[in-house]
Every structure is written in C-alpha cells, then in structure tokens.
C-alpha cells in the first residue's frame, strides 16, 4: 500500500517555486542534503536513474509520468537519517545516541513527506532538462506515492510555451487616429501654464468669504471611538460658480476666525462630519497673457514664440501617443492574425490581473468598489480576458519573430539606454546604473529591446491608415 502525499493536488508557480527554495517548513527544518559532501546523492548523478515518460496533451500541457527507483529514495533516506543524527532529541536518550530505529521511527514520516516533495521538483526539473520544456509554472500534480518496496512514482501535468514554427505578420493594417493640434489646445496649454504662475494676494479691506475666493482653512475632524481628532490646514478654492450641493459652499458668507460645520462626501458617497475654520482669505493673481508672461514662464521672447513652442511640444507629444498607439494596435493585429498559437493560461491569468489593477488605478475608485464593479461586470471581464489573451499571443509572436531574425542586444546598447535614461529624466548616471545592475532589471531591458525590434520588423511591411476625424489631444505642457 502506497503512501499518498499530503495535499499537493496543484502547483502554482509560487508554490512550485517555494518548494525549489525549500519553502516546505519541513523541508526548511532539517538542513540536510545539500550540505552533505560523499554521500549517494550529494552528486547529481542519481538523477539519471530517474525514469520519466513525456505525453503531449495540447500545445500549452505535456503529462510527465515519473518512476524514482528503490535505491535513490533509499540513499536519500540514509542522508537525511545521517545528517539529522547528530542533532536529535528523543526523550530517555542522549543528543547525538539515538539509534536509526528510534531515530526512523520519531522522523521517518517527516523525512518521507521532505524526500517525496523534493522528488517532486527534482523530476520536474530533470523532465524539463532532458526534453528541452520551457516551464511557464503552472503545475499539476496529479498522484505521487511512495510504494512499500520504496519505488517513488508521481504524474504531473505541466504548462510549457508552446512551439511556435511559423509567425504570419506581413502586410497587418492598423487604423488610427490622425495627429491634429488646433488653436484651442494651444488655449488650454496657455492657461494651465497661467494656472502654474497664480499668485495668492491676502484680502485686507473685507473678513468675509466670497465665491471666487481662496480660503486657508483649518479642518478637525471629531475623534471616533477607535481613533483620536484629526486637524489638518488647506487651502480651498471657492471657483465660480459655486456648487450650492458641495460641502464648501457653507463657507460662502461666513468670516475670518468662525468655525462651520460641514459634512464631506467620500467617494462611496458617505458623509463625514468635519468642522472647518476659516483662518484667512485671498485672492488669486493670475498672470497677464502677455510677453512679459511668455518670458518668465519660457524661452520664448513673445507670446505668439511661446504659442509656437507649445503647438510644437503638443505636437510631439500627439506623434508620440500615436505611435504608441500603432505598436499597441499592431501587437493585437499580430496576435489575431495567429490564431494558431495557444496562451498559457498561467501567463494569462498574470496578465490579466496585471491589467485589472491597472483599470482599478485608471477609475479612481476605491479598491474595493472597483473590485466589486470588475465582479459585476460580464462585458469588463471579458474585456480584460481577450485583452489579455492577445497581450501573451503577441508576446510570444515577437519572441518568435526576435529569435528567428536572431535579434541580439549588445551590452553596449543597454550602456547606451542607460546614459539616454539619465539625461532624459534628470537622474544621476549612477543611480540608474545600479537599478541596472540588477541581473532581473538587466534580462528585462534586454528583451525589451529585442522584442521592440522585432515589432519594429513587423511594422516595416504593415499598412496604418488613419481615421478621417482628428483626433484632439489634451494638453501635456511643461512648467517652464
């Protein structure tokens, strides 16, 4: 009769990866073989007596079924008996005298379950090295059992990239959006930049507030049972007009020095009681649209110079959206124009959380009532599923694409990008130097360079049409 090993129906890639570490408290406690010099299993040769069998299921699963003979499970059973000697605590004996059958007898159980758990892991590895897998993680395993003539079996089910032969992306159409700046984006960058230079002019000749007003404002917030008052100083902008359902507009006729109690909205729409003191009140300053302004918030000489620099920086800014956009369009005409090619569920399923937190950020909403909005929305998961499935699909495609055109990045270019970083942010050479530095941060930059090459192929022979209405892009100005 076998003996089954305690609950390890599915590997994760974190579980899997936490079993590799020695994540296993069981496993952690002992610190046995890989300390061991001399021993049967202290080499890596055992790991040739291992018999495993491959069996296809799809493009993204293989089966791998697994048999470990008596004697490696018997030469780690010996290793871990022997390293754990010398330690040992059983009560009526001496630390150190324990003899094997007592010692098996208080530890064999541990040392069955740390033997069949690294089996587990070692098989896999062995199985991805002699059949050339690229393991993306996702594991399950489907029986493992140590028999009582010591023969460890297991099968497990194992996700891996699939094989990609053929890759079809010449001639992919992609429409966007035309670049189109027009005199009232120019406007809008003007007055942001007026909005940047506003001056703040304490009101002397009056006491009481008034819309348009910018008051200096300390709020208290009553302490609560669980926490204490809460003061906090602001400054509160009463535009034109004032909304007469907004919290602030009870400080509308109200004076330097008095205290209002209002009650503010939280964005689940619950009301807070705050008490709110006006402390002093000004005015705003907005600079003159002039030359002078032009000057001091720019190079520019005049105003009509400094419109010319903003339309050229929105510009800019316009191509660089629209290209952006283009390669995201191009990513998803690749991924649809390879309908072959199966995601892994696993690297999927990471994505797919990835863009939800991304859409949670994008709402501004609550975490918990974005989560509970995703929920509750067929359409938006699917959205975010398909969505995705093409990131993977197209990832893959371009890997495929960099590997075949034999895409090489040079340490030399990741120099170079690191330099541009710098200059380009304002950050100190070092400092990017050492995040770079990083063996992860490295290997990243290095397949993002080769995979947007390998884009940049597949861009060559698309054809971008673009769409007949304009497309008007807010402004994104500097500050000076």
Known sequence: MGVRVPPLALLTTDAYVGLKAGGVAAYRSTMLSKNIEGSAVAGREYLEKIQISLHEIDPV?????????????????DERLAALAPQAQV???????????????????????EIELELVTESIDEAARRHDLRLTGGIRLESA?????????????????????????????????????????????IEQLRERHVTLVPIEDRDTVQAGDVVAVTVRQPGTQHGAENES????????????????????????????????????????????????????NVPPLDDEFAKTVSNAETLAELRSLLRSELEAHARRRQNAAIEAELRRALAAANPQ?????????????????????????????????LEHTPELAKRLEDEARSAVVSHLLLQAIADAKGIVVTEDEIESVVDQLAKSRGIHEQEVRRAYERENVRARALENMRLSRALEIVRQSARVRELEEPSQIAADTRNG
Do not use: M, N
């Not at 090619?341 to 709402?363: C, G, H």
């Open 233 to 284: 100083q602001t400054l509160v902008w009463l535009q034109e007009p004032v909304d007469p359902d907004s919290s602030v507009a009870a400080l509308v006729g109200r004076h330097v020095g008095e205290t209002v109690a209002v009650t503010a909205r939280s964005p689940e729409g619950t009301g807070q009681a705050q008490l709110v003191k006006i402390e002093k009140i000004y005015r705003r």
């Open 61 to 77: 699963h293989v089966r791998v079924d697994i048999t470990v003979p008596p004697e490696v499970v018997r030469a780690k059973t």
């Open 145 to 189: 059992s140590l028999s009582d003539a010591g023969t460890f079996t297991c099968v497990a089910v194992l996700e891996v990239f699939p094989k990609i032969s053929e890759v079809h992306y010449e001639g992919l159409e992609v429409t966007v959006r035309p670049v189109s700046i027009g005199e009232e984006d120019v406007d809008r960058a």
């Open 341 to 373: 090619v199966i995601p892994p569920p696993t690297l999927v399923s990471k994505e797919r959380e990835q863009l939800a937190a991304a859409w949670t950020v994008q709402t501004g909403l609550p975490l918990a009532k974005a989560r509970e909005l």
């Open 91 to 113: 009560p009526g004996f001496r630390r150190g005298r324990v003899p094997r059958p007592i010692l098996e007898k208080h530890f064999g159980s541990q040392i069955k379950r």
